[in-house]
């Protein structure tokens, strides 16, 4: 799937106020993706023990059972396109939906720990979809006055399915007693915690049934006048359409569609100096360990003596901040710059990983860490995560719309956007068994990776703030 026509604008972008109220319930549905993206990423997070206790496996066998969702994940982000440029958007958001509903109901009534694992498999492959088609989606039906803002409505959407899945598991909790295999509504706490997202899937595919097809995927299939209405609907009735029509034409029949050909340079590098520092950005975002923070959050401080209940509180008071730190990231990104504000996170993720690594590096007393160094932790765990999410949380994703030259964007996100599921599964999949060897070391790696992004952000990252994309080279 492309992106939007990259030709010129004649009166694409005004919306009149009017029909503002309407766009912005358009992008807001479409993000309802970005919600259950955040939400099923995260939920697990209440689970684990309960998973590890039911099941009896260690900590390498639960890793994978986290972890195996990220393959879906990155089928679901490699084929959406394909899916949606053949069936339309709305379709592919539909089927998400579906396979969303699917996978919450098998997870929350598992026969094994295989068809757990094959439940998160099918969960990780809607987030893949819902990752590619709800961004994709608002970007061609938004117009280009408001473009940019409501194309934020995903990764808001994200955060808040992150702290919303925190603050329920929590709640669950406290119904349960405190034991994640307390009995709620004749099930197991932790079930209910993953069965819950049926209702947030549900609403998903009902809305997909009241937002309009993407005009440029109507004008791929000949449906002009169908597109003429949708664009009346979200950009006013006195627009010139055939001027319209014509622009989006000229865009996808210009666009050029980059291969993993494309890709490839010489040297002995294999690919072009600017895919590797994609690849880097994506590699650097997740080795910092920040998905820890969202799959493993309670188990990590219950495992420094933490009580349970307020081991899901504290997951839920990191969320919120995340939620905090995206914004004030989208508030500074156009202003402060994307690189200055990616080394300033940097910064900011080395002191907190390493008061961390510093914390959890004294013996547990009676089962606990020392009060102090255990408020140094939590305190800390707040700085790391608030200081990525207003950094490399939404700097990363911008750089890799913004930095790729146009005739090899497309195939270069792909490829730095796998990179980053990869990173990610290998930080998910290891932290449990790295956290049974040495904790603070654990910590102590997370932080040389943020240490090590600061050398790379100033000697390989181009600034691109204020730059036509045509200028990328």
């Not at 595919?205 to 309009?212: C, D, E, H, N, R």
Request: with cysteine; net charge neutral; hydrophobic share 55%.
């Amino acid at each position: 799937m492309t992106s939007t026509a990259q030709a010129p604008q004649s009166g694409a972008g005004t919306a009149h106020p009017e029909h503002l109220g309407r766009v912005i319930f358009i992008a807001a549905a479409a993000a309802m993706g970005g919600f259950l993206f955040g939400y099923d990423s995260s939920v697990i997070n209440g689970a684990v023990e309960a998973i590890r206790d039911r099941y009896d496996i260690g900590s390498a066998a639960l890793a994978q059972v986290i972890a195996i969702a990220l393959i879906g994940c990155a089928i679901g982000a490699a084929t959406a396109g394909r899916i949606a440029d053949r069936i339309g958007r709305i379709r592919c958001m539909q089927i998400s939906a579906v396979l969303f509903t699917i996978s919450a109901v098998g997870s929350a009534l598992p026969f094994a720990l295989y068809d757990l694992a094959f439940w998160r498999v099918v969960g990780g492959f809607a987030i893949g979809m819902a990752s590619v088609i709800g961004p994709a989606y608002i970007a061609e039906v938004a117009p280009a006055a408001y473009r940019g803002r409501l194309g934020s409505f995903q990764q808001a959407a994200i955060v808040i399915g992150i702290a919303v899945s925190q603050l329920v598991n929590w709640g669950l909790l406290n119904a349960a007693d405190g034991d994640q295999r307390g009995q709620i509504l004749g099930l197991e706490a932790w079930q209910v915690m993953l069965g819950v997202m049926v209702i947030p899937a549900v609403i998903y595919g009902l809305l997909s049934f009241v937002i309009p097809e993407s005009p440029r995927f109507l004008v791929s299939v000949g449906k002009h006048e169908r597109a003429r209405e949708v664009l009346a609907e979200v950009e006013g009735k006195d627009i010139d359409f055939g001027a319209r029509i014509a622009e989006i034409e000229h865009g996808m029949n210009s666009e050029h569609k980059s291969t993993f050909k494309d890709l490839l340079g010489g040297g002995g590098f294999f690919f072009k100096p600017i895919v590797w520092v994609g690849i880097g950005l994506s590699v650097f975002q997740q080795f910092v360990g920040i998905n820890v923070a969202f799959y493993y959050s309670s188990t990590l401080w219950q495992s420094v003596g933490v009580d349970p209940t307020d081991s899901f509180f504290y997951s839920f008071t990191t969320s919120i901040i995340n939620i905090i730190g995206t914004v004030i990231a989208m508030l500074l990104v156009d202003r402060v710059g994307r690189k200055p504000l990616a080394l300033i996170g940097s910064i900011g993720m080395v002191i907190g990983l390493a008061l961390e690594a510093w914390a959890f590096s004294f013996n547990l007393v009676d089962g606990k860490l020392p009060a102090t160094q255990g408020w140094i932790a939590l305190i800390a765990a707040h700085i790391f995560v608030l200081f990525f999410a207003l950094s490399w949380g939404v700097v990363v994703w911008v750089f890799l719309g913004e930095m790729f030259p146009n005739k090899i964007r497309a195939a270069a996100l792909g490829v730095a956007a796998s990179a980053q599921w990869i990173a990610n599964w290998a930080i998910t999949a290891s932290f449990p068994s790295l956290a049974d060897w040495n904790l603070s070391v654990t910590y102590v790696i997370y932080t040389v990776f943020a240490a090590l992004s600061i050398p790379f952000v100033l000697k390989y990252v181009k600034e691109t703030k204020g730059k036509a994309l045509e200028e990328m080279g």
